[in-house]
């Protein structure tokens, strides 16, 4: 009986059909496991928003003269960050950072936090305990990069003044340098348990007579342009805010 010879072009050819439909294969895999990620990822995130959301309320729901704090100082620390090109990663670890910086908070009695007179120096002393009471419970959560980092810190000053840990300028992340800027902005610009809203004006002027010595002169220099020069206007934060 005569063997029957397979063309070995014919076998180059079934080899390659069949490497093709496994590549086929594999990209399809690919495909349903990329779209299975990404809608893991927008969950995640989706979680992360309303787990923010609540932190927010809770602290409001406790210092009342802290509604719309905490957002504004994000939309400001925000623009900072994009105005000074940092990666998508710091700009959002800084959104996520500033708009629950002030959440330690809530450990201090609300007579304290609402308090309309001058505060005693043991008073003030609690109320600069809050960033480092946050960030250990939020220290071991998977969040963005350096978030609780950037709520430890975002009270040092680069001359040593600040707290809790008393850091100076290279040992503080740039992240909370602008959160820090941000920060006393829109404090002295907004009304106080303990004084009136101080306006616009005098807070750019607390961060420029102070610029290089307490505050990143990278910083505030970006922040008096987006304010002076290139229309930056805080958002209106009611009642009803997304968070």
Known sequence: MAKVKISPLISDQNELLEKINELEHS???????????????????????????IMIKVAEMKDPYTVGH????????????????????????????SLIHDIG???????ILNKPGRLTNSEYALVKTHPEIFYKYIKDIDFP??????????????????????????QILLEAKIVGVADVVESMNSKRPYRDALGMDKALD??????????????????????????FKFEKVGNNHPY
């Open 70 to 97: 905490q957002v504004r100082v994000s939309q400001l620390a925000t623009a900072i960050a994009k105005r000074m090109n940092l990666s998508e990663k710091k700009v959002e670890s800084i959104r996520i950072a």
């Open 145 to 170: 990069v350096k978030v609780a980092d950037i709520i430890l810190q975002h009270h040092e000053r680069i001359n040593g003044s600040g707290y809790p840990k008393g850091l100076k300028d290279d």
């Open 206 to 231: 607390e961060i420029s007579r102070n610029d290089s010595e307490l505050y990143d002169p990278e910083v505030v220099e970006v922040c008096k342009k987006l304010l002076r020069e290139n229309g």
């Open 105 to 111: 908070k809530v450990s201090v009695p609300s007579e």
């Open 27 to 53: 990209l399809n895999y690919q495909k349903k496991l990329n779209k299975a990620l990404k809608q893991h990822n927008q969950h995640l995130k989706k979680t992360l928003e309303r787990t923010i959301a």
